[in-house]
T-cell receptor
Framework: SAVISQKPSRDICQRGTSLTIQCQVD?????MFWYRQQPGQSLTLIAT?????????ESGFVIDKFPISRPNLTFSTLTVSNMSPEDSSIYLC???????????FGPGTRLTVL | QKEVEQDPGPLSVPEGAIVSLNCTYS??????FMWYRQYSRKGPELLMY????GNKEDGRFTAQVDKSSKYISLFIRDSQPSDSATYLC??????????FGAGTTVTVRA
């Protein structure tokens, strides 16, 4: 399976600021996704990160709040903009591709907004 | 109604017992079914993946899918304390976009 890393692993931020989360994969993958896991809840898909084009957002998520980049087949970023305490969550990237069509997750970025 | 329903538990069993987990779903377009294990403060780890009705076995783990009833299960035989984690069912259509259950927290007592 692909090895996925995320930076930062955790952060504490002030409301109104923005944080960019990086996702790096050790091999080229077909698809990359960003999920959110709010405290005590399961995972919710935010968007599909498309290589070389705009991300595809799920209902309830918008580009102005969660801009996403994917400049190549191994890297993506998610920015959480103008943060509020409600954005406190674990943000995870996932990938599909390589030798199989199963989906693997990164370790997550734990974000706390004060 | 949520697309994927999963009893959050918690579930506590003695070491060596069989752990039985299940999910129901409402979207008949789901074709692919997965079980993930998530340890505290870690990302989900893929345990089982299947796309057809029936059983799939991998070591101590058996995944069962019944598409006619929209019901999936995961069985863990000879459970160990190291199996203590949250187990998430997930499913998708042919677009890789996963819909997750709430997750069931399992504790295996030594």
């Amino acid at each position: 399976s692909a090895v996925i890393s995320q930076k930062p692993s955790r952060d504490i931020c002030q409301r109104g600021t923005s944080l960019t989360i990086q996702c790096q994969v050790d091999s080229q993958v077909t698809m990359m996704f960003w999920y959110r896991q709010q405290p005590g809840q399961s995972l919710t898909l935010i968007a599909t990160a498309n290589q070389g084009s705009e991300a595809t957002y799920e209902s309830g998520f918008v580009i102005d709040k969660f801009p996403i980049s994917r400049p190549n087949l191994t890297f993506s970023t998610l920015t959480v903009s103008n943060m509020s305490p409600e954005d406190s969550s674990i943000y995870l990237c996932s990938v599909v591709g390589g030798a199989s069509d199963t989906q693997y997750f990164g370790p997550g970025t734990r974000l706390t907004v004060l | 109604q949520k697309e994927v329903e999963q009893d959050p538990g918690p579930l506590s069993v003695p070491e060596g017992a069989i752990v039985s987990l299940n999910c129901t779903y409402s979207n008949s377009a789901f074709q692919y079914f997965m079980w993930y294990r998530q340890y505290s403060r870690k990302g989900p780890e893929l345990l089982m993946y299947t796309y057809s009705s029936g059983n799939k076995e991998d070591g101590r783990f058996t995944a069962q899918v019944d598409k006619s009833s929209k019901y999936i299960s995961l069985f863990i035989r000879d459970s160990q304390p190291s199996d203590s984690a949250t187990y998430l069912c997930a499913m998708s259509q042919n677009d890789y976009k996963l819909s997750f259950g709430a997750g069931t927290t399992v504790t295996v007592r030594a």
